[in-house]
């Protein structure tokens, strides 16, 4: 297996992130990216205690990292403007691929560096800027490449987000936006987020990617939460709307609309359940019709993924002898692990049990008695008194997660059990944490 | 520019969708893809009266496609396992690249074909089989490749989600079923998608690219939702819980939970809330947490979305000539376009408006005429004596889609109007249709 070699600059919380996984994950990555990603060098202002580089050559100087002749793929993840672009444009010139999760540096001077990057004939991807770890930007620049894309739509900062959810509880803006603060969701100043302009930021390069058009941050508008107020977030709700500050950009023959702002979104619409500080990113294409992309938007590791994948795809087109840039399942054939399916019996689920017992005492007591002897907790218990029917009542029962083995004994008890009739209802359930 | 040409097996519902919006996107497709990607061959057991092929070359025998030479890439969508898997055996024999649809022959004949290809140098690819039209092959395989993928819950049979979704409001399984097949949604024997087969398919797929693993469609547990009752799902609602028809699959260190049936969920997730024949697909990584896929899983044209995709991904890897893959913006830099972004006053938009009006009569009237000669439609308006207060009364207004322009010149007469007070607040709305 060829080696890819990596430099990373800035260690900040990306950056750690962005260690942390790729040197848990190295193994696994090698076998999704045919080849070993080392980490050969890192660069930051400042060192961490809380991780061991072990003998990875570490410097102050951000710059060490792009003229070293070794390192194949630069990690940009110092953010900022002017730094980084002199850092980007320097790799691109040492013949690197570049890969950065700073969406200001991209919106701003992406023009320029493209431009640099595609003279030079190297990579420079930036999936980690816009949403996190969501790969939105692979979703459209590629899993949607066969449509016009007409419109985007996207909750792309987390904070802004997190602000409006907590906002439906009545309270005000100013209020929340200091819980946000001391939570470490929002900054000191938090201009960025609750203005939109870090919004406004990932809109430009959506839209870039999504209509084919050059970047042009500084036309989009930007309108920010500050004079949203808990009353007009219910009146919206009365209306069957929730609001929502989201980035718009539309495609219309005379232009193209780009704008971050406060808006109405149909409450039944599945952007508006996306709370707190999650993102969300809509697609509409002329083929696919509309497409949803959720989760994390920021965080050490959520971002990370999203710096290590592009990191992976520039590694599976540097490594790759064939044309086989990506493996058919993922995975270079040798990786694939023979792990065997399990049996039923040895899942592990909740349980929605329905019961039709006898309407008379005690059956609850011997319900709980059989279910406790299997090992098996009980979350729910429902049975109501009106539901009797020919003098059978049904009792509803959620547990907690166990072994499907320990329920389907307990089921061959109960419905062993006189003071029960009929087969036992038994529907899993998951709680997805 | 180069061509990359193209032959489609299969003109039935899906074929006849990739053929249109080949057809149709065609220069659009070519600026993503960096090539022409051509269409020079049709094989079909039928030919179609609505679809015009203009001077293709067409044929009633499928393997004329993978014998003729001048085709680059074989499109398989004529479905079924046995014709299917010679004909991609074949194809993958002549040294061409594959595009199949058919999750079905995947599921069952993956690793044939895909350790066939492997030794042929040439790359199958499989997403439109998976959730139609959203990209989470792609994800999982690409975006999400840094990752120890640790389980992946799909709604992935819009069949099966369209019944349960209906079934909320308390109809029988059997009815819902029967207005599912008049609607087109389930088929006359609806075996597949209604026990769970069909989604077993795409489950094992996906199981095996999230965790590295051969595919092991045999082992696959399936259970439908025949069995499921309005009264189950009442009772399972009021626990905080909506049932769905989920393929789980779940790494555990013994082995992979790899199983269909139908699952209380928290009615509090994202994934509770995917309604209709509409999929999803919920992954949850070690680094990332959770992220979700949402879209349409079916259609003619969402499906060949996914297909035309795969397409553009194998023109990419034939026609590149630098190391290049996917250009920067998703669009080579000739094919972008200087589209000017619009002033907000040229944006479109609904309009939430909240004046505060003076409580006496009349004013409502001249609120309203107002909105009028801007040619401002009003969807709803809302005013509550209760919230008279000092003499002022605030009036809630939803508007339909305007200019921009009309609602600010509407505004400044609102606000300049003797019967109102003070600024009107102005929050955009959208509807996303």
């Given at each position: ?13 990306v ?89 200001a540096l ?20 930036y ?13 459209i ?6 449509n016009?894309i007409?419109?985007i ?15 439906r ?15 470490g ?12 302009i ?34 007009d ?20 023959d ?15 619409h ?95 007591a ?34 907690h ?27 899993r359930?998951?709680?997805f944490?």
């Amino acid at each position: 297996m060829k080696d890819v070699n990596v430099g990373i600059c800035g260690l900040g919380t990306v950056g750690g992130g962005t260690f942390n996984v790729l040197t848990r994950n190295a193994a696994l990555i090698a076998g999704r990216a045919g080849c070993n990603i080392r980490i050969t060098r890192v660069a930051s202002r400042r060192n961490r205690d809380d991780i061991d580089l072990g003998n990875i050559a570490f410097s102050t100087e951000i710059f060490d990292v792009v003229n070293d002749p070794a390192v194949d793929v630069v990690v940009e993840l110092i953010g900022g403007y002017e730094t980084a672009r002199e850092l980007v444009l320097a790799a691109v010139r040492n013949g690197k691929h570049v890969v950065t999760a700073n969406k200001a540096l991209i919106a701003v001077h992406g023009n320029e560096i493209f431009a640099a990057a595609e003279k030079a004939g190297v990579v420079v991807a930036y999936e980690a800027g816009i949403a996190g770890g969501i790969p939105v930007m692979k979703a459209i620049r590629e899993g949607l490449a066969a449509n016009r894309i007409d419109w985007i739509a996207g909750i792309i900062n987390g904070t802004g987000n997190y602000i409006l959810t907590e906002m439906r509880a009545g309270r005000e803006f100013t209020e929340v936006l200091k819980e946000a603060q001391d939570l470490g969701y929002a900054e000191a100043d938090p201009t960025f987020d609750v203005e939109g302009i870090d919004a406004a930021h990932k809109l430009t390069i959506l839209a870039s990617a999504g209509f084919g058009v050059p970047l042009q941050f500084d036309k989009a508008y930007t309108e920010g939460i500050a004079s949203i107020t808990p009353y007009d977030i219910a009146h919206a709700e009365q209306l069957g709307y929730r609001i929502k500050h989201l980035g718009i950009a539309r495609r219309r023959d005379e232009g193209i609309e780009l704008r971050v702002h406060p808006t109405l979104v149909p409450k039944s619409h599945l952007i508006a359940q996306v709370d707190g500080v999650l993102n969300a990113v809509l697609v509409d294409g002329d083929a696919v019709g509309q497409t949803m992309y959720y989760g994390p938007g920021a965080g050490d590791e959520a971002t990370a993924s999203a710096v290590i994948a592009d990191i992976i795809d520039v590694a599976r087109i540097v490594a790759s002898e064939s044309k086989l840039r990506v493996p058919y399942l993922g995975f270079v054939p040798d990786a694939l692990e023979n792990l065997d399916v399990l049996s039923m019996e040895d899942i592990q689920s909740a349980y929605y049990l329905r019961i039709t017992a006898l309407d008379r005492p005690g059956v609850l007591a011997k319900i709980a008695s059989i279910l406790s002897e299997h090992g098996i907790n009980i979350e729910s218990i429902m049975q109501k008194e009106s539901e009797v029917k020919d003098g059978r009542i049904p009792v509803i029962i959620l547990t907690h997660t166990v072994q499907e083995r320990q329920i389907n004994r307990a089921i061959e008890e109960l419905e062993f059990l006189s003071d029960t009739d009929g087969p036992v209802v038994r529907i899993r359930a998951e709680n997805f944490n």
